[in-house]
């Protein structure tokens, strides 16, 4: 890691460290190995993974100097790395640091990033396998193992591509909703009849296809 990395790094780490409240002396020891100590296992994996993504942008050309004084990138790269901090779900994990390599690349208005990276916050990695599942529903099937359904809804082949949601409707549904209550997919509900067609088509929404591009590799 050059030392031009590493100050950036330290600038992130820094910042969001700030964020964290006060606590009593209860809660600081048990999130003492989170918060506090800089060798932590879940710190220093962000960490590194971090320096990662950075040495990435940096051989395809992008300059650390100048996104370590870009306002919006390091904003964006705090904020992903507070929230890091908070979970150990991996998919969760890989979308934050990937909203780190696609915000120098992406188009995307920086609030709009600002209010994708609260969705990630918010959802647990169901929502991101949910989501990235109705937008090509296709492509988690082989050919040999797609069904032929000439009917049916979205539930349907849902549950085919993750058997594990077969007795979760409740769970699923829900998730649903919020992906809806978001405007990241196109309908309220998983259970409407479509047609062979229509049961294979894309189900997100325009904005739903940005926060996606915006948290994958």
Known sequence: MN??????IYAMAKGAAGTVPVAGPMLSELFGVAFADPASKRRTEILEEMDRRLHALEQKGFNISELADNQEFLTIAMQAYSIALKTHQKDKRVALMNSIS??????????????????????????????????????????????????????????????????????YDQIARDLKNRDLIAYDTLHNTMSETGLWQSGT??????FLEFISE
């Open 3 to 8: 030392e031009k990395t590493k100050e950036t």
């Open 102 to 171: 696609n915000t120098p690349k992406l188009g995307i208005e920086e609030n709009e990033k600002l209010m994708f990276l609260n969705y990630i916050d918010q959802f647990n990695e169901w929502h991101l396998k949910i989501l990235s599942f109705l937008n090509s529903p296709e492509s988690y099937f082989a050919a040999e193992t797609r069904p032929n359904l000439f009917s049916g809804g979205k539930a349907t082949i849902l549950v085919l591509a993750f058997p594990e949601l077969g007795d979760r409707r409740d769970f």
């Open 205 to 210: 929404t325009e904005g739903g296809k940005r």
